[in-house]
């Protein structure tokens, strides 16, 4: 057996210029002591095809091989947003207690205008009655005569129509229990066999609108001595 039958690196002819063949062990684990291996520092992309596109790959995951940021590609902040929508709802609230207070403010503006209006009509209606309570004592004292007939008496029904339309109510007659809140006693007259002041006779009837006595009704009473 010669030597060029020996298993191993044929050696170039002494002249030929030809380059050494040589292996190069890309193994990570050490087949000795089976420990990872370390790459050595600024190797080089002639150590083969698959360092270069590791490279790549590297490169490509981002600038000095850290991983990509994955909310680099959002154009906003989450806290940012946050912050707008706590202050969006902030206002909302703010202007939700704005809108029930107004609403508050108009309904008791509208309530008291109700009222006011009410009682100018109901003032009004007795400036009104005031003024014509000569002409309806006229009227009643002739009713009691009976005097009036004819257009007369129709007039009078139209007028007694008219202001119970607007609320006017006449009271006082003969055989009511005097009240002082309602009744001007004028004259009084003492009866052994009365139980109770009461009414004898209506001077003047009572006028009234609603609650509101415009005029007490005039009489002359009877009560036990």
């Known amino acids: 057996m010669t030597d060029r039958d020996v298993t191993g690196t044929p050696e170039p002819e002494e002249g030929s210029g030809a380059t050494p063949f040589h292996f190069t062990d890309k193994r990570k684990v050490d087949p000795t002591s089976g420990a990872p291996r370390v790459p ?24 000095g091989g850290q991983a990509a940021d994955p909310l680099e590609a959002l154009d906003f902040e989450p806290s940012a947003e946050t912050a707008e929508l706590e202050k969006a709802k902030a206002d909302a609230a703010q202007h939700l207690d704005a809108l029930q207070r107004e609403r508050a403010a108009f309904t008791n503006y509208r309530n008291r205008a109700l009222r006011d209006q009410e009682a100018a009509r109901t003032q009004g209606t007795q400036d009104v009655l005031a003024a014509l309570l000569p002409v309806l004592d006229d009227l009643e004292r002739a009713k009691q005569h009976a005097e009036l007939s004819g257009p007369m008496a129709a007039i009078a029904e139209k007028i007694d129509a008219t202001l119970a339309r607007f609320g006017v109510e006449r009271f006082g007659a003969v055989g009511e229990e005097f009240d002082p809140t309602v009744h001007e006693a004028l004259m009084h007259r003492a009866d052994a ?3 109770a002041t009461t009414v004898e006779l209506v001077v003047e009837p009572g006028y009234r609108i609603g609650e509101k006595i415009v005029r007490a009704a005039r009489v002359g009473v009877v009560g036990p001595e």
């Open 40 to 63: 050595a520092e600024g190797a080089s992309d002639a150590a083969g095809a698959p360092q270069g596109d590791q490279g790549d790959q590297g490169g490509q995951g981002g600038q």
């Open 193 to 195: 066999e009365a139980t």
